[in-house]
């Protein structure tokens, strides 16, 4: 090959991969990233997972970025590696459909109308269109769709490109001998391996050897190997990003890295040793790029029938590999970097990681309450600990959402994670709440401060009220349940009108002597935290209706039940009064 034809060549190949990209992106957008959620939420079962595998990896053209994902999920908990094992050999699968659209690029007719159905002309056609879509249209949707044009029109300039600096190949001696030598099985899966490993993308080699198919020279018996050894090169990607990841998350890869090798190993031994003994005449069969994308697909498929009702060995074999306990700490904030670059990913993963911020949050309200009957040290001591998880979980989650919005984000992504930003604010707030009640009650314990039984019932009814008011947040939160969000603000104006029957109480006790001025200061500073931690419930259902509807507006949905009172906001605010009222204990 001549100068020119090697520079062609590493340029159609770039075309192919930067074209590859764009389509993939305009596909998930088109979607509206939701692809990965869906990925993530619906891969219950095996089934499942290996077919939301290969839809994924079909739309985004990349079992490795398939894969890397599910890394991520795994790594962050929000998938187990047998999950994980299932959705690979989906994408092992789904990897294969881009061999079909590259099929497209070959498609020629002769003169007169067929003509029309060119790739020349099926390329400009597409081209045109998509970029009118990207730069006139105003509409956003149209805009992807014009990203997936440009996106497939670049991916055909660029197989076009490699076959043409590829076509005199066939005429060299050293081309055909070179095929020759792959017919050897093993130097063609090694060969296809290193290939497949330097470009870091599998459709990308299997793109290159269709091109080397237009030669006309290239057998089934040479370009198997080739492919056999792709399948296998795919998994290198994968287990680079898992270099910094967790024991399962390493063990995630190592599964892509066994599944292909195992498979290939399998196929490739039933095939070629049925072959010595039968002598198959289809391997000295001319192949072409239409032949090669079904050989692919059969090929992956055969690895995905053989090893679906092996998941368990896979991750068997994989935890054989990495060694490690699993981690158990449920303590731990581990939030992905991998998905900032899928922003539907990350949304959902400090959603799900605000969830077990709130779970914790109330555990320390209801461990703090629970000192007032029982008060040990080691009780007081746990809810310290559970106040410094809060404390870490929005250090965590907080510079994870400041440099989420740093990246191309939807205007719903975006408000979504203002209001995210804003919600783990209030939960931290109630945990360090919760420690100033359980120092008040340390308080108590240590001066061995006595209330009187007026006192002692009004602090039950309030601690039952902002237990009750903080289960239905954390509810209404981690089940984005906006009903029962409706309920927390009739329950916060009771609290708040408790509140302040406590303090007037306080007072005639006291002009009555039956309290004192150090009994009062705790006892104030108990009120006061209790209607804190019911004003940060408010805010956090605010926002859980916020986000369930694109037009509600906070100011105007307190407005409404402060001064219209709804009917619903009349009810649970009667029902509630009546519950948590201290003439009626």
């Known amino acids: 090959m001549s100068i020119p034809e090697f520079a062609s060549l590493f340029t159609g190949v770039a075309l192919f991969l930067f074209g590859m990209s764009l389509m993939g992106d305009g596909l998930k957008r088109v979607s509206g990233n ?19 595998g290969a839809v994924v990896t079909a739309v985004i053209q990349s079992s490795s970025a398939t894969s890397v994902m599910v890394v991520g999920f795994v790594n962050s908990k929000m998938m187990k590696v047998r999950q994980a094992i299932s959705v690979i050999l989906g994408a092992i699968l789904g990897t294969s459909i881009t061999g079909w659209v590259v099929c497209l690029s070959y498609m020629n007719g002769p003169k007169g109308l067929s003509s029309l159905l060119s790739t020349t002309t099926l390329t400009c056609i597409i081209a ?5 879509f990207r730069m006139f249209s105003k509409n956003q949707h149209r805009r992807y769709v014009g990203d997936i044009m440009l996106g497939f029109a670049v991916l055909m300039v660029g197989m076009s490109s490699m076959s043409g600096s590829v076509s005199s190949l066939g005429k060299q001696p050293w081309f055909t001998n070179m095929l020759t030598s792959m017919t050897f099985p093993i130097l063609g899966i090694l060969t296809g391996l290193v290939f497949s490993s330097i470009l870091q993308s599998a459709s990308a080699a299997v793109g290159i050897v269709q091109a080397l198919s237009f030669t006309g020279v290239m057998t089934l018996g040479s370009s198997l190997p080739l492919l056999m050894g792709i399948a296998i090169g795919a998994s290198v990607p994968v287990l680079l990003s898992a270099l910094g990841a967790s024991t399962e998350g390493k063990r995630t890869a190592v599964s892509y890295l066994a599944a292909s090798f195992i498979g290939v190993m399998v196929c490739a031994s039933v095939f070629y040793i049925a072959d010595a003994m039968i002598h198959f005449t289809i391997l000295d069969m001319i192949v072409n790029p239409m032949s090669l994308a079904l050989v692919n697909t059969i090929l992956r498929l055969t690895i995905l029938c053989v090893l679906a009702p092996f998941t368990d060995v896979l991750e068997a074999v994989a935890s054989l590999f990495v060694k490690g306990k699993t981690n158990e700490n449920n303590e731990a904030v581990r939030l992905e970097e991998r998905f900032l670059a899928h922003p539907a990913l990350a949304i959902e993963q ?3 990681t605000i969830c077990d911020m709130a779970k914790k949050t109330e555990e320390s309200i209801l461990t703090s309450v629970g000192l007032f009957n029982h008060y040990t040290e080691s009780t007081f001591f746990q809810v310290c600990e559970l106040e410094n998880v809060g404390d870490r979980y929005e250090d965590a989650l907080g510079s994870y959402i400041v440099r989420l919005t740093g990246q191309e984000l939807t205007e719903s992504q975006g408000r979504m994670a203002s209001l995210f930003l804003h919600t783990l604010s209030d939960f931290e707030r109630i945990s360090d709440h919760a420690r100033n009640i359980a120092q008040n009650f340390q308080e108590i314990h240590q001066k061995q401060i006595k209330f009187s039984e007026e006192a002692v019932n009004e602090l039950n009814v309030m601690t039952k009220a902002v237990k009750e008011i903080l289960r239905l947040t954390t509810e209404a939160f981690t089940n984005s349940n906006p009903d029962v969000a409706k309920r927390v603000e009739p329950l916060e104006e009771v609290i708040d009108s408790l509140c302040d029957q406590m303090k007037l109480r306080h007072v005639e006790r006291l002009q009555k002597g039956q309290c004192t001025i150090s009994q009062g200061f705790v006892f104030n500073d108990l009120s006061t935290n209790f209607e804190r931690v019911s004003d940060h419930c408010s805010n956090i259902a605010v926002a859980i ?9 906070t100011h105007e949905y307190l407005g409404n039940i402060k001064e219209k009172q709804s009917v619903d906001f009349e009810q649970y605010f009667e029902n509630y009064s009546k519950e948590f009222s201290f003439d009626h204990q």
């Open 34 to 52: 939701k692809l990965e959620p869906i990925l993530f939420r619906l891969t219950g079962t095996p089934i499942r997972g290996i077919f939301l």
């Open 545 to 553: 209706l916020e986000l369930e509807s694109d037009s509600f507006d």
């Open 128 to 132: 045109v269109t998509g970029i009118f």
């Open 350 to 352: 400090i959603r799900l």
